[in-house]
């Protein structure tokens, strides 16, 4: 009883990040929102976020930046508050009630993991998680997982049984 109702005021995320995409799904249903990652901020208002994917692209004028967080020679995030505000924005349009808990998180990075994450690349992975209000946060690297098919709970028990074969 008390799952079902933490599975109705709480949401499990699976969020896809890579240089020309953004996904965050909610797992066990149909919820997906697909996304560029570009943010148009308006540095006259205090970095008022105006508009983020396609719509951001699109954005121009004297006071209106608009950037890709993801975007770096050599790091996979460029701008951390920038991917902080941009995944803020995303996950407005995939929670269903103002009212829910804070949701569990799956960040999967999906560019530059040749050779795995470092320390510092999971830190700030796992900081963008806590941004967006995450009470926990999983990073992957990796195969896909399906939002539908899969849950929080049963990658965690693939990975411990992994963890326990080893």
Known sequence: MFSFLKNIL???????????????SVFSTDIRYEFEPYIAIDTSKKNMVIAIGSEAKQQSGANIVVVNPFKHS????????????????GLLNVRRSKFQRAPRALIHQLDKTEGG??????????????????????????????????????????????????
């Open 74 to 89: 050599r790091s996979f995030v460029g701008d951390f508050y920038v991917a902080e505000k941009l995944l803020q924005q």
């Open 10 to 24: 709480s949401d499990d995320l699976l969020i896809e990040l890579s240089e020309s995409k953004v996904t965050i």
């Open 117 to 166: 994450l470092t320390n510092i690349e999971a830190r700030i992975l796992t900081e963008l998680g806590h941004g967006i209000g995450s009470k926990e946060t999983l990073i992957h690297i990796g195969e896909k997982f399906s939002a539908k098919t899969d849950s929080i709970n049963a990658i965690k028990a693939r990975w411990k049984a992994t963890i326990n074969n080893l």
